[in-house]
Structures are given as C-alpha cells and as structure tokens.
C-alpha cells in the first residue's frame, strides 16, 4: 500500500509540539504531510475522528525469549504482541539462553528470519553469559546493531566491573541499562511489609533495589556514561533519581504498568501472577511512583514483558518465575491510571510511551515529522473494556490483571508505512 491518509484525528506529537485535529498522510512508507484537510486521494483512507495519532509506542524493556525459551515467547509471537498493543519498536533483554552477548547473537534477533513485524532493538548483556565475571565484547554488539547493553535480570556485582563496562559504553556510545537489585538483600517473594507477614511469605525490602540505584548513579557520574535505570519501584529511588539528576548526572529511568497500578495489597492470595522482580511495593511507593512521572523524574513506561509458561507460574509462590506479561494492556493501564485520573496528561503520556524512549534510544522515532518513516499508533481513549487473557496474542497468559476494566484501546498500528493491526486485531497478512 503506497498511501495512507488518516483523517481528523487528534495529533499528538510532543517533539513537534503538536496536539491538535489534524490530518496525516502517509506516502511510500514514509510522513508526507501532516496538517489540517488534507485532499489529496489515497490508497488507504482512517476516519480517526476522536481517536489519538501518534507516533509509534517504544518499549524499551521486552523478553521475547528467543532463543532458548521459545515455548514461554519468540520474537514472531512478541512482535505480534506487542503490535496490538501499539508498540512499533521494542528493545530486547538479553538473558535469552544462550545469553545475547555477542555479535553473532545480535545478528540473529535482527535477521529476517525471525519474521518480527515490528522494529526489534537487540540489547547485549554487559558480561559475557551474564556470569558477572568478564566483560562482553561490547563494541562488536555495538557494531552489529545492539542499542544498548544490559544484564537484566540481574545487577554486575562488581563494582569495578560495572565501572570499567560503563566506560566501554561511553566509548561506544551505548545506554547502560541498569536492573538494580542487591541480591544478597533479595532473599524472598514479595515484598516485605504486613502482607508478606499475612501470607507468611519472606519479604523483599526497598533497600535491595536502592543500594543499587545510588551506587550505579554515583558510577554513571564518575564515567560520563548514560544510564538507564530499568523498572523502578521505590520511593527512595525516586528520590536518588531526583538527586542524581541535580548533580547533573546523565541518567533516566522507566517504570512499569504493575508499579503505578497494584500494590503489595492486591496480593491477597497465593496467585504467582502477582509474583514479580522488583515486587509490588506498597501503596506508599505506587503513590511516589506515580508523582514521579508526572514531575518527570521518571521518564519512560516500559513494559518488563516478561511470558512464561503455565507450569512456571503454577506452582508454589516463592518457587514461581518472576515476571507478567504487559505489551497488550499498558496503553489501557496507562491511560486509565494515569491520564483519565489527572496524573498526566495526553502529551506526557506521549511522551512517556514514545518520544523520550527515542530520545534515549539516540533515535528519529518517535515524532510525526515530515519525512520520518512512517511508525503510527492510533488508539480510541473512549472505548472501554474488560481484559480478557484467552484473547491476547502473547504466547503467555501471565498477568494480574484478567478481568480489570479499562479504558483506552489501541486500534491501528501502522509500521514503516504497513497496517500491521487493523481495527484492534492483526491483518490478515501479518497473523
């Protein structure tokens, strides 16, 4: 399809500041023009009236799994995930089995054959087999294509290993991105507090993620690297965060849906689908959470789309595998808790879910502008709904939030110019 013109929707652009009716036009793959009544004839035609345009959804935090994993995930089934859930490009972790640290391994998340639909942005682990011992070959996952470098999953125990791999990423001109967890103060399930005492189950404490977050900050100073801290959880990382920031250290941060919409006294039960790293905090940390995007100290929703498998969340809680999946609910989540309650409006979420992730990402994604390839979500904040596990396209069931009334729904995901999701639901040709 060569064109494409979407008619009177409610532009949303926050690198333009943009937010008006308006129309875009899409021409061999590309923005052509984006204004008011545009006339010229299409191949394709979107009544967007009452719907947000805006540029592609970015998530930099995904686990597609693959390779090693594929019956929890792959990055066929991912990409499609995350599609209907108005993603156009997606960073990918590492800890795949093997680990993605080397070049070979970048090169065989960004093949062709791997029939993403999507843009797949491969990140590479800091260490090699994220053992915590040697340094990965940084520069040949840079020069393949990695966008930035990670042990997700995990934090470098070492000091001066996590120094010396922020050097390299300065070198390289890599975002570090940071999963911070002490994990000698990470022996338990959930998170400490009365209702871990409740379930009788061990207690995970705020300081295990915020030793991490200053100590890695302080690093991120004394290198110059960027970092990029991953799925922040607490209030006193928050206030870490706000700290760094006024040293004038380079550093930005991402949360998840889970950390602004539950809290550790939604776990009422034993449902390991409630079960993730970092744990639900507490009511307290979901309030400074949530002012923490507003006041933009944290700048980035990301997902942690994190499949398994039925038999790796139904067993015992403190045996269950960590991790929900999220591609396909965190637009609704996001603009039910966030927007339709006053914390943000539609520009930070906007922002938040799209132009600063490509800011971090050094990339031109992320914006409407005249020429850009053409990476479009259209979602509808009017359409309310129940979310309903069996209907999502994710491999994995896993989440909390089966049934949940939402708010917001993503319609169309156009991607380099190609409809990839049509009316809520894949297109034919990419099913």
């Known amino acids: 399809m060569s064109s494409i013109l979407i008619k009177n929707g409610r532009v949303i652009d926050p690198c333009n500041s943009v937010d008006a009716i308006m129309d875009v036009l899409v021409k061999d793959n590309r923005i052509a023009e984006v204004c008011k009544d545009i006339t010229e004839k299409a191949d394709k035609v979107i009544d967007a009236e009452g719907m947000w345009v805006m540029p592609g959804l970015i998530d930099l935090h995904v686990h597609f799994r693959e390779p090693g994993y594929e019956n929890k995930e792959t990055i066929a089934t991912g990409s499609r995930a995350a599609a209907v859930g108005g993603f156009t490009t997606v960073c990918t972790m590492p800890n795949t089995d093997p680990v993605t640290d080397n070049a070979v391994l970048i090169e065989y998340a960004l093949s062709p054959k791997r029939n993403a639909v999507i843009n797949i942005l491969p990140i590479g682990a800091i260490t090699k087999g994220q053992k915590g011992e040697e340094l990965a070959d940084i520069g040949t996952m840079a020069a393949a294509g990695a966008c930035a470098i990670s042990e997700d999953g995990r934090s470098v125990d070492d000091p001066s290993l996590m120094k010396n791999a922020m050097r390299y990423s300065r070198m390289f001109n890599l975002p570090v991105f940071d999963h911070c967890e002490e994990i000698r103060l990470a022996k338990g399930s959930m998170n400490a507090g009365e209702r871990a005492s409740i379930l009788g189950l061990k207690g995970i404490g705020n300081d ?40 004038g250290v380079n550093v930005t941060a991402e949360t998840a849906p889970h950390y602004f919409t539950l809290c550790d006294e939604d776990i009422t039960d034993y449902d390991a689908n409630f079960k993730m790293n970092p744990p639900l905090r507490s009511r307290e940390d979901r309030e400074a959470i949530r002012q923490a995007l507003k006041d933009n100290i944290i700048e980035v929703i990301a997902t942690d789309h994190a499949p398994h498998h039925i038999d790796d969340k139904n067993c015992e809680f403190e045996k269950a595998a960590n991790g929900i999946t999220g591609l396909e609910t965190s637009f609704a989540l996001s603009f039910t808790e966030l927007v339709d309650k006053g914390w943000l409006t539609p520009t930070q979420l906007v922002e938040k879910m799209s132009y600063n992730p490509a800011k971090i990402l050094g990339s031109e994604k992320g914006r409407l502008s005249v020429g850009a390839i053409a990476d479009i979500t259209i979602a509808d904040p009017n359409v309310e709904y129940s979310i309903d596990v069996r209907k999502m396209v994710s491999k994995a069931k896993n989440m909390p939030y089966n049934g949940r009334e939402v708010k917001g729904k993503v319609l169309y995901t156009i991607c380099g110019g190609n409809i990839i999701v049509e009316n809520g639901k894949l297109t034919e040709e990419y099913r």
């Open 208 to 247: 295990s993620e915020e030793l991490i977050v200053a100590r890695d900050i302080i690093l991120a100073g004394a290198t110059g690297c960027q970092l990029h801290l991953c799925h922040m959880s607490t209030r006193g990382s928050v206030r870490l965060i706000e700290e760094g920031k006024a040293k």
